[in-house]
């Protein structure tokens, strides 16, 4: 079992649509991080967050550290907004700052 | 503005060739990471250095080697002794005083044939 689940793998929505990504984690965790990659393969950094909620635009993230889950939303959602999003933890576990990945959330936003 | 680099954006070797990828950071951070992503899955470590003249083995270390002899810069070698090297590869720095922690390159896309 993967030490970080994301849901869904896959999610098509319409634009304007309010969307939720799910991860679950089983480590303890110093930190959770959401990304976005675009086709062209590069990652962008969302979110970095320990507790509670960030928001920054039409993006929102969310962790419950008692539960071991954080979701992502987008609010209004737009095609641009097409890409994989990625959860990451930083585990209290492992040595340094090193990242653990889930396999990605493809979203694709149709106009 | 500072990021990363990471150069050539595709690269081609023949079988048995070693090869170099570049990663070059002008935030200032201390550590560096190498990964490797296939499709389908998520990335994986290949080798991270926390601070200049030290690096240390990820989870897929067999067939890579690196280096980092200059804080700015963290080489990834993939060797002819790596038994898939094609793949799609990102560097990574971090500094997690900043708000997001981590800043990512743009990969560099590696094909052997």
């Known amino acids: 079992k993967n030490e970080v689940e994301q849901s869904p793998q896959n999610l098509t929505a319409q634009e304007g649509e309010f969307i939720t990504i799910n991860c679950s984690y089983s480590?303890?965790?110093?930190?959770l991080h959401w990304l976005q990659q675009h086709p062209g393969g590069g990652i962008v950094s969302l979110f970095m967050?320990?507790?509670g909620k960030k928001k920054h635009g039409r993006l929102i993230a969310t962790i419950n550290i008692q539960e071991k889950h954080s979701s992502l939303h987008i609010t209004a959602s737009h095609p641009r907004d097409s890409a994989v999003y990625i959860c990451a933890v930083r585990s209290w576990e492992t040595s340094g700052s090193r990242l653990t990945f889930g396999e990605g959330t493809q979203l694709t936003v149709n106009p | 503005d500072g990021g990363i680099t990471q150069s050539p954006k595709y690269l081609f070797r023949k079988e048995g060739q070693n090869v170099t990828l570049s990663c070059e950071q002008n935030?200032?951070?201390?550590?560096m990471y190498w990964y490797r992503q296939d499709p389908g899955q998520g990335l994986r470590l290949i080798y991270y250095s926390q601070i200049v003249n030290d690096f240390q083995k990820g989870d897929i270390a067999e067939g890579y080697s690196v280096s980092r002899e200059k804080k700015e810069s963290f080489p990834l070698t993939v060797t002819s002794a790596q038994k898939n090297p094609t793949a799609f590869y990102l560097c990574?720095?971090?500094?997690?005083?900043?708000?997001?922690?981590?800043?990512f390159g743009s990969g560099t896309r590696l094909t052997v044939v």
């Open positions: 935030l200032n951070h201390d550590a």
């Open positions: 990574a720095s971090s500094d997690l005083d900043s708000p997001y922690g981590y800043t």
């Open positions: 967050l320990s507790s």
């Open positions: 480590v303890g965790i110093s930190a």
